[in-house]
């Protein structure tokens, strides 16, 4: 049922002198499910400007065919997801919990509709090969001239490949810096998704993970590729496991940057 001291709360986001609406969930005992259905819809409709704010930060690493209200359709199943899921007695903020879900739903979205074309991945594959073995004759990264000669495609259609080389990777170093993000609690959040989309970037980014530092590349390794979870790399490094969190985002920020500045910003 709702509660009266429902009334007094914004039904915009947090602001300095008013709590959001969610925070009544945030109240051990109370779930979603026992509300009422207003209390639920102004709670559904607070919430609602979060979804847009995540579906366009993501958007701007997509496509441009990649539709916004495709997007914001599966935030929104990823709210509903969190509402029946979020358990207050975990510390966890619901917004914190709710963000986390309605990314996740984006992405699982992403994948499902596989929105590569056949003769796009033909394309990315090619592209794919031809700067590995630039790279291992020349020891640096193609110019874009140098893969305009190599692989015969005009200007706008090596530009279209690269934007989707690119949303591929940064996409993935998302998904696995916010999985890696949940783990604060002692818990192994790691969904199937993280490890191979790991081993996917280990393929196309080797030479920039060797510039990563020792302690870094050691991080990604005991994580992703022998399966450690976090307090175990924390054991194995012996160190905190908030430095080996620091560790880790350190070296996904080094990345994407280093990626970025060698293939070109997809923003």
């Known amino acids: 049922m709702g509660t009266s001291s429902s009334s007094g709360r914004s039904s915009s986001l947090r602001n300095n002198t008013a709590e959001p609406v969610w925070s009544v969930l945030e109240q051990t005992g109370i779930s979603f499910a026992s509300l009422g259905p207003l209390h639920k819809d102004r709670i559904a409709r607070a919430f609602a400007p979060r979804i847009k704010i995540i579906a366009l930060h993501l958007k701007a690493k997509l496509p441009s065919h990649i539709e916004l209200s495709d997007l914001i359709s599966a935030g929104t199943l ?24 309605i990314r996740g739903a984006m992405l699982d979205e ?3 509709m ?12 090619k592209l794919e090969q031809i700067i590995r ?21 005009d200007r706008d259609e090596l530009e279209a ?31 199937p998704f993280a490890s191979v989309a790991f081993h996917d970037i280990i393929d196309k980014l080797g030479h920039l993970i060797d510039r ?16 450690l979870n976090m307090k175990e790399v924390a054991l194995a490094l012996d160190i905190t496991e908030g430095r080996v969190s620091q560790l880790h985002s350190q070296a996904l920020g080094k990345l994407k940057k280093m990626f970025q500045r060698e293939y070109g910003d997809i923003n």
Request: no cysteine.
């Open 78 to 101: 990823g709210l509903m997801e969190a509402f029946g899921k979020f358990q207050p007695e975990l510390g966890i903020r619901f917004e914190t919990f709710a963000d986390s879900r």
């Open 110 to 112: 992403l994948r499902r």
């Open 114 to 125: 596989d929105w590569f074309s056949r003769g796009l991945r033909q394309r990315i594959k």
């Open 133 to 153: 073995n630039f790279e291992q004759k020349h020891g640096h990264a193609p110019s874009r001239s140098d893969l305009l000669e190599l692989t015969g495609q």
């Open 161 to 191: 490949t690269l934007e989707a080389v690119n949303s591929q990777i940064i996409l993935s170093l998302d998904a696995i810096q916010d999985q890696w993000s949940q783990a604060g609690d002692g818990h192994d959040h790691r969904e």
């Open 212 to 227: 990563l530092n020792e302690r870094e590349r050691l991080v990604l390794s005991l994580y992703y590729t022998e399966d």
